[in-house]
């Protein structure tokens, strides 16, 4: 069965440094997310993207966040200047190719802030 | 936005017992995830449910859209069920596909 696959699968960095997630979505999908849970929370919207383009966003979503498609199989998270409150696992996940469909889970990048 | 309920918010079972976990929404769906995330992180996809029922085997889910509710039955539990089951449903709002996740249950099986 297709999955979602996401890369690295634990990454800590100092506070202030660029991070960028990677993540590889099904192959035939065309909507794709991020997500966020902090520890011991509960799992939030961060953003979704469509058409190469953001179509959603939540509050969490600031300037310090930016999505990217660089390429036809890669969707990349990347945060700017981190924060020790940045510390979460993330997950990118995926749907489609129709409107509506079920959404796809990654294992998740825990990031780790020091 | 939507609001999701999810209860109980623990639950511990023996071995071999039967359960039932509940998902309440405030506002209408037209789809609703339940997700099993394991004690390593990883979230997996149980059912895909907008309404009626499903059995995958051991586990089967029920959701009524019209009362905003939805079910998730596990039977003969195993230690490896121990995890947190959480529901979703989509934001409310025309084209919105974000999903808003409850609090989740978290189920500890013991032997």
């Known amino acids: 069965e297709p999955e979602v696959t996401q890369t690295p699968s634990h990454q800590v960095t100092q506070m202030g440094q660029e991070v960028i997630l990677r993540c590889v979505p099904i192959s035939n999908h065309l909507y794709f997310y991020w997500y966020r849970q902090i520890l011991g929370q509960k799992v939030e919207f961060l953003v979704s993207f469509y058409n190469n383009e953001i179509s959603e966003k939540s509050e969490i979503f600031d300037d310090q966040f930016s999505v990217e498609r660089p390429d036809g199989s890669n969707f990349t998270l990347k945060i700017r200047s981190t924060k020790l409150e940045d510390s979460a696992m993330y997950f990118c996940?995926?749907?489609?190719?129709?409107?509506?469909?079920?959404?796809?889970f990654g294992d998740g990048t825990r990031l780790s802030i020091l | 936005g939507i609001q999701v309920e999810q209860s109980p918010p623990d639950l511990i079972l023996q071995e071999g017992a039967n359960s039932t976990l509940r998902c309440n929404f405030s506002d209408s769906v037209n789809n609703l995830q339940w997700f099993h995330q394991n004690p390593w992180g990883q979230l997996i996809n149980l059912f895909y449910?907008?309404?009626g029922t499903k059995q995958n085997g051991r586990l089967s889910a029920t959701t009524v859209a019209t009362e905003r509710y939805s079910l998730l039955y596990i039977s003969s539990s195993q230690t490896t069920d121990s995890g947190v089951y959480f529901c979703?449903?989509?934001?409310?709002?025309?084209?919105?596909?974000?999903?808003?996740f409850g609090k989740g249950t978290k189920l500890s099986v013991i032997p």
């Open positions: 449910i907008p309404s």
């Open positions: 979703a449903v989509p934001h409310s709002g025309a084209g919105s596909y974000q999903l808003t």
């Open positions: 996940a995926s749907s489609g190719p129709g409107q509506g469909q079920p959404q796809h």
